[in-house]
């Protein structure tokens, strides 16, 4: 568990005096290549940084005032604005054994999926959290006219955790990385700066096969 | 500017692709022409439905950006001084010579665009197969700028 706090990373811009936390992102590659979504990190990377792991162990306990941080800058060298997916890159050499990508395709509906991600990171917080849920159904979704596979997996999501890495239990193997949740586009109501229609326990999460082909 | 490629033959360019780009593409235009492949593409936004948690809002309206690419993609091809620095590097001789127009196509409208290269590589390989249908100096021609050099290079035709 402990090598997700090493390669699952808070994505970042550099503005005047602070980093404006995006989203989460994670290492693919020991030399450096980072995947996370699209829209995460928008149109371009100026001025876009990961955050070097701020703990060691996940039972580590995350101090929410500490509000230092270590970015390093990375650039976006392949980006796939169908499935919502880029791979950055960074001057960084991991040195540990970084999970195998594999794909959906390896799981069945019912197993245990582990999320790593950093929920409310938008909102200034830096806490890597762990969460557990079912793969609800395996499903195509449609865009512009190109089909790619997603699980729904059977939890809810907040901003932050966009680029979350989905790893299958029973294989150790990332699976998908986390899209964000079914809603219907055309908009309603908001409240307080929430769309109620996001509020349920179903995310979309795109299959990880997309990745191997980006590397 | 002066280049010419060896073949503007959609299959031959998007060798400088990597297999997910081809991908798509193979999949855009057995459905579609040229054209509207180059609008997919640049309008795609990641499935249909689902809302993001998280990141930037810069990418959320692509409409301007083809109207810009396109004026942008015009203005690289038919030699408009915007370009001129760029365009010693496209000159250079290299056995992938497409790869190196593909690639300082991209860097330099992406730059002006506040776009990735990674993003829009496959739509300049869209947009020179497009190019090569009725040749550069024919599509160039009702673009207002002139290509050849001596003649100062991208200023205005007179109307």
Known sequence: MNVFTQMVLVIGRIETHSVQMLGTGFLVTNDGKIVTTRHVVGNNDKNLVILFPHIAKINDYQDTTDTSCKPIPVTIVEADPFRDLVILKGDINFTGDLPIISSFDKTIVGDDVGIFGFPHCVEGRRVLTFQKAEIGAKILLDCNSVKSKYAVINTQSRPGQSGSLIFHVKTNCIVGVLIGAFAPMEVGAIIAGINPRELHQTTHCISAEYIKDML | ?159
């Open chain 2, 1 to 159: 500017m002066d280049f010419e490629l060896e073949s503007y033959d959609l299959n031959v360019l998007k060798n400088s692709l990597k297999t997910y780009q081809i991908k798509i593409l193979d999949e855009l235009m057995s459905k579609y022409d040229t054209e509207k492949a180059i609008e997919i593409y640049l309008s795609a936004h990641g499935p249909m439905n689902t809302v993001p948690f998280g990141g930037d809002s810069s990418c959320a309206d692509t409409q301007p950006f083809l109207k810009r690419f396109k004026d942008e993609f015009d203005k690289f091809v038919c030699g408009h001084p915007d370009y001129e620095q760029f365009y010693p590097k496209v000159k250079a001789t290299s056995a992938n010579y497409s790869n190196i127009i593909i690639a300082s196509i991209s860097s330099a409208i992406g730059a002006k665009l506040g776009l990735s290269a990674a993003i829009i590589s496959p739509v300049v390989v869209l947009s020179l197969s497009l190019l090569g249908t009725m040749g550069r100096k024919a599509y160039c021609a009702n673009k207002g700028y002139l290509m050849d050099s001596s003649k100062k290079e991208g200023t205005q035709k007179d109307t």
